[in-house]
């Protein structure tokens, strides 16, 4: 019968047919087995395992310090710039306050007066020229006078703006030429050598940490992933969010910045299962993570999904059953159904 009358899904059995009868390898030669290989397993059992919460946090410096001026003033000088960094006492900026120069030589004016009464009333008093009770109201007026000099000699130093610590200026809020008002910032000033990461943590949750605890913290950014110490639990929720304030104490880095972003591990409810297999026995083939467990002497290969990465270890969400042989070394040149050896 011609081809042409058959049809077209029997013409493609026929051929499928003929191409299987064929021998895999040349001449009809017989396949050359695969070599064993050695390898290094695992026996993969369920674990309890913690709940992990993750909140979002921000990196802040441990001090930090808003730099406002005391005294009205046009700022006269301010030599300091953005990111500089400055050692404790350094001149921050200074303010013109002229009427507070007047004021301290009044001062010190009204002081010599009171101290020279003093003096001329208590020597008269000694010749019985004069009364104690004059000499008790001069000596008053000497110490009125001698803590108004301190008063302006405070008021004068106000006109020059220091540096409370040593640390870097994270802000600059004002310039030379600008007036200055009694509270109102012109500076931020912050300690980058002493870091920690600022988070809300869910009222339910803030309640199994305590002061001193252990989170993990991870800054991606900045290639970070560390445990930082609870070092402060706010002892109150915020009533509109029902989050409560911590704050977690992490070493510094270079790469680590106030302002970042970060993210804080919470821990959860224990008793969920799972499997957990070390990293390097997870494969990836493009978008595929395979794995390779061992059945009658053979390596098979197992496609899997994986969840959570957490110190070394990955969690298989699908693809594997507990009591399975894992290869865990050696399973990067293996192809499936090669037999295999396991070592110790």
């Not at 993750?54 to 441990?62: M, R, Y």
Request: hydrophobic letters at 45%; aromatic letters at 2%; a positive charge.
């Amino acid at each position: 019968m011609p081809y042409k009358h058959l049809p077209t899904t029997l013409i493609l059995c026929l051929l499928l047919g003929m191409a299987g009868c064929k021998d895999s390898a040349p001449n009809g030669a017989a396949r050359q087995p695969l070599p064993t290989a050695e390898v290094r397993i695992i026996i993969v059992a369920d674990q309890a395992a913690l709940r992990q919460n993750e909140v979002a946090g921000a990196v802040e410096s441990v001090q930090k310090a808003t730099i406002a001026a005391r005294i009205s003033g046009a700022i006269e000088e301010m030599p300091v710039t953005l990111g500089l960094a400055v050692k404790k006492g350094a001149l921050l900026a200074r303010i013109n306050a002229g009427e507070l120069s007047a004021r301290l030589s009044q001062a010190e004016t009204q002081l010599a007066q009171a101290q020279r009464n003093f003096e001329r009333e208590k020597r008269l008093l000694e010749k019985d020229a004069s009364t104690r009770e004059t000499v008790k109201s001069l000596e008053d007026a000497w110490q009125v006078a001698e803590a108004g000099l301190r008063e302006a000699r405070a008021m004068r130093g106000y006109t020059q703006i220091t540096a409370p610590f040593a640390g870097i200026i994270s802000q600059k809020l004002a310039n030379a030429g600008e007036l200055a008002t009694p509270g109102l910032p012109l500076l931020v000033l912050e300690n980058t050598g002493q870091l920690q990461v600022v988070a809300a943590a869910p009222e339910g949750l803030a309640s199994k940490i305590n002061r001193g605890d252990k989170l993990a913290v991870t800054i991606q950014d900045a290639g970070f992933s560390q445990s930082g110490t609870v070092t402060e639990i706010s002892p109150a929720a915020d009533p509109a969010s029902r989050t409560v304030l911590i704050k977690i104490r992490i070493n510094g880095d270079k790469a680590l910045r106030p302002g970042q972003y970060a993210r804080v591990a919470l821990p959860g409810a224990a008793g969920v299962n799972t499997l957990l297999v070390p990293e390097a026995a997870l494969l990836r083939f493009g978008q595929m993570e395979r794995l390779f467990v061992i059945q009658n002497g053979a390596a098979q290969l197992r496609l899997v999904r994986s969840g959570e990465h957490r110190d070394g270890q990955v969690d298989i969400l699908a693809g594997l059953n507990a009591g399975e042989q894992v290869v865990v070394q050696g399973g990067e040149r293996l192809v499936d159904n090669q037999p295999v050896r396991i070592v110790q």
